[in-house]
């Protein structure tokens, strides 16, 4: 399995912009399918964006199309999110997530979780 470490999350307005990462160790992401989810009261875990092992972006959640963007660099073993145009419903525990997969989106694949980091957007 891969340890995975996310950071970055922090206390924002509504509009600004933030970046996650996620440092990965013990295994290199480069034969993982990576993804980020979010989980907030009352909603349940979420899934926001994923890359397949290539590093090709498979899918994003519909509301975060065209604000957030996903990347990897396999040579410093780290995922990031690139949130912009944060809103209120953004808000979350924001998890990076690694799966074994060639490419999915499906929680139950993924088999090393980060611990999350918390973004808040206020108004």
């Known amino acids: 399995q891969v340890q995975l470490v996310e950071s970055g999350g922090r206390l924002v307005q509504a509009g600004d912009s933030l970046r996650l990462s996620c440092e990965g160790s013990?295994?290199?992401?480069?034969?993982?399918?990576m993804a980020w989810f979010r989980q907030s009261p009352g909603r349940g875990r979420e899934f926001v964006a994923a890359l397949d092992w290539a590093g090709n972006t498979f899918d994003y959640l519909n509301s975060v199309k065209g604000r957030f963007t996903i990347s990897r660099d396999n040579a410093e073993n780290t995922l990031y999110l690139q949130m912009n145009s944060l809103k209120n419903e953004d808000t979350a525990i924001y998890y990076c997530?690694?799966?074994?997969?060639?490419?999915?989106?499906?929680?139950?694949?993924?088999?090393?979780w980060g611990q999350g980091t918390q973004v808040t957007v206020s108004s």
């Open positions: 013990g295994r290199t992401f480069g034969n993982h399918a």
């Open positions: 997530a690694a799966s074994e997969y060639v490419r999915t989106c499906v929680p139950r694949d993924f088999n090393s």
